[in-house]
């Protein structure tokens, strides 16, 4: 994990690294017991084969029993992954290349052209893609320097630029809690709630379209000013809707929308959101190592899929 790219409390930190771990000795485990599995039906399949020569060729009888000797003074080795691979972590399952003998390159060039997509076996897949626009979801927290610097720095140049090729939507609650009491804790602190609060006002007032220039106008005052300063920097952006942000802001409807980005949130899948900036893609949380890539190339890699879901 790259944590210098990210924000996460150091309990998530704690319990990220704990499920990594166990993700990494079961796959490591479940590809010791598919070694010894194809190990033995080799055996197998050898001994059945020599039986079968026995009783074709008896008079190989001599041979036969010399080559087992040998065969058993010489087992089949297995080897274990832990010690001769301890650097790089077990990849996921790869395609059987006696399907698709002409796939020899990474998944994510698979739906590269109809080339690729046929001789992996995805076309249909591929076609799907391609009916229906991709959907970024970011999930982050209105103080996260890394958040802001992603928001500032490349969301909105990125939304401009390829504006119609993606649906964006925002979720501003990153690792802020909820407690029992019904009540929010935010990562850095109560300044943090009630930025994240007033930007979900914000979105439920203009939808992500109309609440980008805000957003990111908000982001580059938050840092250094309170967030009644940084909204008076920014409000000739949301002007006509003023009134009704900061009525939302000030009610209870703020707290609503808060507990409904904490849903979001929550609800993310497979992958729990242990660190923000986080990206969804088509509401699909990759794993931590992909969204490390997805956020440091988002506008190379957003340019691409937009190909692929816009080509015809």
Known sequence: MIQEYHCMTSEQAE????RADEENKR?????????????ERLRQHHAA????????????QLSHNHQTTHMQAHPVQVIDPRNHYNSVPLAAPIISHQAFNDCDMPPDLWCDSRESAAACGVEQQCQRLRRKPIKITLIYEALC??????????????FNSLRGHFELELVPWGNSRLLPDGSFSCNHGQKECDANRLQSCVLD???VKGALPFIVCFEKNIFSQTVEASWRACTAF??????????CYD???GVQLQRIAAQKTFSARPQPIVEVPYLLINDYSP???NNDLNVMLFPQLLGKWAKIYNRK
């Open 15 to 18: 319990e990220e690294r704990k």
């Open 49 to 60: 084969q020599a039986a079968v020569q026995r009783e074709q060729h008896p008079h190989r």
């Open 287 to 289: 794993t931590t190592e």
């Open 238 to 247: 949301v002007r006509s809707h003023e009134r009704e942000i900061r009525h």
């Open 251 to 253: 009610s209870e409807k």
């Open 145 to 158: 320097p890394f958040c802001q610097r992603f928001i500032s720095n490349q969301l909105g140049i990125v």
């Open 205 to 207: 007032q203009l939808q």
């Open 27 to 39: 796959r490591t485990d479940e590809e010791l017991r598919r070694k010894a599995a194809e190990n």
